[in-house]
């Protein structure tokens, strides 16, 4: 069945990077599009950035500049590189396959001094 574990979140503080990574089993990953998403505390789940199967990628306005999403098919996994981190940013980060609605269970992302 289909599966996305998500990985690498963790407290950073402002400014700061981090990575995180999706692994996806269970279906052929490359003919896949993928999304990221982000829940805060309070607030709906957002949509963060895609990337197509041709590597095409959109942002939401409020990363563009500092996030990257980028996909590694020969190892079935995506990612998405987060630079010059904001408190704003604290969120559990989603991993998501939008054909047929797939979520991972997400890894929690805390930039705070």
């Known amino acids: 069945q289909v599966q996305l574990v998500e990985s690498g979140g963790g407290l950073v503080q402002p400014g700061g990077s981090l990575r995180l990574s999706c692994a996806a089993s269970?279906?052929?990953?490359?003919?896949?599009?993928m999304d990221w998403y982000r829940q805060a505390p309070g607030k709906e789940r957002e949509w963060v950035a895609v990337?197509?199967?041709?590597?095409?990628?959109n942002y939401v306005d409020s990363v563009k500049g500092r996030f990257t999403i980028s996909r590694d098919n020969a190892k079935n996994t995506v990612y998405l590189q987060m630079t010059n981190l904001k408190p704003e940013d604290t969120a559990v980060y989603y991993c998501?396959?939008?054909?047929?609605?797939?979520w991972g269970r997400g890894t929690q992302v805390t930039v705070s001094s």
């Open positions: 269970g279906f052929m990953f490359s003919h896949y599009d």
């Open positions: 998501h396959r939008n054909w047929g609605n797939y």
């Open positions: 990337i197509n199967i041709e590597r095409t990628t």
